[in-house]
Each structure stands twice: as C-alpha cells, then as structure tokens.
C-alpha cells in the first residue's frame, strides 16, 4: 500500500514539476471570472451589439451581456440597477452572465403618459398633448418640447401673426383666400404648398413641407394667421412626429383673454330726472340700464374691424366674411362648436345706419332694440361703427350686455 501511494505522488508531480511546480505560475484554461454594475436594459433589434442585454454603468458606457443559464429579461432585473458575475467572450467580447443580484431597483421611467388638455386663452387656442412633454409659453410663442435624456429631442411650436385680410376678387379667378394672400406676401420664397382641412372643427390649413420631417401648418382667423411647427432635432424620434399630428387633430380656436374674467355688472350711473322727463314727452321707448346677467364671461377680439367683445367663457365661436346684404361681417356664437344649424347668437359688422327702434343707452354709443319675426336685434353704434347683435327672445339679455361689451381696440403693426 505504501508503494501505491508514493506513485501516486510521483505522477502526480510531474506536470507540476514541467511547469516549475509552482502553484502561483500555473497558466489555467479558465476565463477570468468578474463582476460589474450597471442599469440591465433589453438590447433593441438592429443595434450595433452583440449578446441579448445591455449593462450601462454610471459613466453611460454600455456593454453588451448574455446569458446560457439566468432569464435577463425577468422583470425583478430588467430595467433595474443590477450587478453581474461572469466572464468576457474572447470571440465577440460579449459579457457572459454566470450570477446575477438587484442593488436597487428604479422607478418605472417608461409609464404611459396622458393626453391631456391645453388651453392659452391669450393666443385663443386649445389642443391636447401629452403630459411628459415640457410646454413653454412666450408672448409670441408657444412650445413643446419632447423628453429627452440630453434636452436635445423634437419641439412643437405655436406662433401667431397679425395679419389684416382684405379680400381681392381678381379677374375670372375666384376669390383669393387669407392663406393665399398670406402665403404670397409674407413667404413668396415658398414655392410648393398644399390646402390641407385639421382640427376639431375642420379648418381651412395651409401645409409646407420642410427638410428631413419638419413640417409647418398655417391657419388664418380674423386677422390672426397661426403657424404651427414640427422642428426635428438630433434625437428625432419617430414617435413624436406621430404625436404632432395626434396634437394637430386635437387643435381649435377658443376665445381670447379678457382682462378681468368675472359676471358683468353695468356700470351705469343713475338718469337724471331730466333724461327721464325728455323721455316721456318724447313718447320714445327707452333702456336706461343693462342688465346684470349670471354668466361668466370672456371676450374675443375682432382684429380687421378693431374692436373686442364679450360672450360667455364656456361658448364657442366662429368669424367668416359676411354674405347678407348689407353684413361686411358675421360672428357665430354657441354652446358647442359653431355650425350654421346650431348657432344661437350673432354679431355682425354691418354697414346700414341703424333703424328706429327702443333706444338703449351705451356709455360708447347709441343702441336700438328692434324685434323682427320673433326675434331679438339689438343694434349699436361705436366709433362710427354700426353692429348688430341678434338670437332668440330669451337671451335678449346676454345680447344688450354682449352688444354693451363692444369696444374700440388699436392694432399694432407685427
């Protein structure tokens, strides 16, 4: 049995004895084994990497993982900060996982964000976007800015115009419309546009296509031309250019700002007995105060004729060129959006003198109440301006209170 065991031992030594017989010199096989920290993320198809996974460290250097024996994608790891064990691949340098543990897991930066609503009552808008993009507002713009890692991604921006539209007819033509008249004035540099229809309420729009994905959409209201923008950056994303057109089906006109959003109160002071005496001797029917009305109120601005009014906040309204005799222009006013079959009041811009009626007192001017076919007109002269505000008998109020509003506004030159 001893002469066994000294064989044994002789065998045992020669290898070791070829190698120098020393432990701290011998050469194994073996790779080295390791461990690393990172973020572990799903690599994408069509990326430049090699393996299955992804482990970005602190410095956000990636390296590309694998693994025979753990799932990487099992959902307590995935999109967590995790460290590894295993070794490099010599043949393709891939992080080969043998051992895997969670340090900290993360929030869930992927959660789905909401469409929500936008509105800006100075520029007279609405339309939605999503909550994770960052909005920033300026007299003269408005943006949107897509999440981005570096601040570098795609934007949206809302700018406004003033421009003041006259209509011409040339000859055997037609009519040439705002964003015609627009276009060929102030961008005779663009040479190749299309008339496109977005928006909730389907409006008329002009489109331009840009470089790369950028795109522009003109749209004209009275005396108002909005542009609205996809500016692609250097981390353009796909998805976002599908949001803008998500946004630009969402987009509306609203009403402008008004300064102090509260009921109306008349602000008349009391008629003299004198003005009543004439009154009665006259034999002249007459409205000495407007009403006070429980509505809240907003107004909206009139920029070709250069004046503003009120109606109620939560209505909507519509402008177009006027086509009755005698209507240079018409303002449609409704509880929804404004259609020729649902519009409950109106106001026009009107060139005939005012007829006789119930006289109103304005404090900027003369106001007649005229009932016609079972309806309410309530007439005004401003600043050398006739209007006529008209709608159902029951809200002959609101039109003496939105006829009252009407006032004389400057426009400045863009």
Sequence with gaps: MKRIALLSAIVICVPMFLAGCDNDEYVRDEAETMSMTGILTEQKSGDDFSGTHLLTDENDVATPLRSLSINLSNSQYLNNKVKVMGFKNPDDQVFEVTGISVTEVLEDEDEEADFIGYKNTDFGIQLKYYDDWEIEERPDKISFHAPSEDGEGDSIEISQFIYAYEPVIPEEEGQISALTSFMDERHPEIDEYEFKVIGVDNL????????????????????????????????FNEENKKIFNEMISEFRFTGFTVEEDEIIDSGFEEETTTEETSAEETGVEEISEVPEIDMELTSFESLPYHFSAKYPSNWYYAGSRGTEEGVRHHYGFSDESVTDENEIISLDVISDDLPPGTNINFPNGNGVKVIENGKINIYASIDNQNYRVSGPVEYESLMIVMADSITPIEIEDE
């Design 204 to 235: 008329d729009a002009v489109k331009v296509l840009k470089s790369g994905e950028m795109v522009d959409y003109y749209i004209y209201r009275s005396g108002l031309v909005y542009r609205i923008s996809f500016i692609e950056n250097e981390n």
